[in-house]
């Protein structure tokens, strides 16, 4: 039974994970504004590399729900690859041995030991979601609009102010001034995207020694390379003596990418939490506020699951899993 309050409810943040959450609402019948003080392809969502695996986010075991739902709705968006961004696409996850992952990689469908041609070291192979984001968040504020929903741009100080019987906090690393919650912080992400030579498979490599993380996404017209993650660093710029490194890193274990023409550089800021919070209260005049942030490195892996309990919590509805 549905025990949510009357009304409009205004969901804070046109990122993936507010969007999703803004199309399970509408098209559960509910009245949905978004507000966002910018559009979403310019969100840090916008910029994320986006192939589907679960990447600085807890809990583990909620984490790994939210993303084998929402491997489930990429896996039928990939029908429709331009007008849904979505790709299904083979690959390495380097430095990961078949019995080492968490319990949900048991459940990812082919999921398999990488062989030596595919990959020199250890790790898994796998046909997974690669989004390509700009056309996917395109693709989101659509389905949205069709949905009857509405975006509109404001600058929120105040989510007291935000004059609905139902708000969904979804601002990201916004939150951390917003709420305020400072244990929402940024751990900073660059990327090199460069013309594609012809590389059909996306490879993560990780170098625990040098403490790197290295991946190549290909996309039919580029590849985006990585990456970066630089606890605390709000910086926006790209570091010029960083991209050199992700390119060399990538070039030796891609050698065909040696050459590639950079066509541009990427940064975002991803929302790590200890954990996410997704909960709601209820505020002295008797309205809900949601919260719904601190996803991390994985907004896009768990969007759809984390969009379909905040959406419960929304409407009144017990929540799915009994949270730490």
């Known amino acids: 039974m549905d025990n949510a309050p009357s009304g409009d409810v205004i969901v804070v943040g046109s990122g993936v994970v507010g969007l999703t959450t803004a199309i399970v609402l509408a098209e559960r019948g509910r009245r949905v504004r978004v507000w966002a003080r910018e559009s979403g392809e310019l969100t840090t969502s916008a910029v994320a590399g986006a192939l589907w695996w679960p990447y600085r986010i807890r809990p583990k075991a909620l984490a790994g729900e939210w993303a084998l739902q929402s491997l489930s709705v990429y896996e039928e968006l990939a029908a429709r690859p331009r007008e849904t961004g979505v790709r299904l696409v083979e690959g390495v996850q380097g430095e990961t041995r078949l019995d080492a992952p968490e319990p949900w990689a048991a459940r990812v469908p082919g999921l398999r030991a990488a ?10 192979w796998a046909r997974l979601p690669l989004i390509d984001m700009p056309v996917h968040l395109g693709w989101l504020r659509e389905r949205f609009l069709r949905a009857g929903g509405t975006i509109e741009t404001r600058t929120v100080t105040d989510l007291a102010e935000v004059e609905a019987p139902v708000v969904v906090n979804c601002t990201g690393l ?44 290909p996309h039919p017209d580029r590849l985006v390379l990585g990456g970066t993650t630089d606890d605390d660093d709000w910086s926006l710029t790209p570091d010029p003596a960083a991209a050199e490194a992700i390119v060399e890193r990538c070039v030796a274990l891609r050698p065909e990418i040696a050459g590639a023409r950079v066509l541009g550089h990427r940064v975002g800021l991803r929302p790590v939490r200890d954990t996410v919070r997704l909960e709601h209260e209820v505020l002295p ?3 809900v506020l949601v919260h719904h942030y601190g996803h991390g490195g994985a907004g896009v892996t ?16 017990e929540p799915a899993a009994v949270r730490p």
Do not use: I, K
């Open 115 to 124: 062989t030596p041609e595919e990959y020199a070291g250890t790790g898994l």
């Open 174 to 217: 916004g939150a951390r001034s917003l709420v305020p919650d400072p244990a929402v912080r940024p751990v900073r992400g660059q990327l090199v995207v460069v013309e594609n030579p012809g590389v059909h498979t996306w490879l993560v490599s990780t170098d625990s020694d040098a403490g790197t993380t290295t991946y190549v996404f």
């Open 285 to 287: 005049d008797g309205r």
């Open 302 to 317: 768990v969007a759809w699951g984390c969009a379909r309990e905040a959406a419960g919590l929304a409407l009144g509805e």
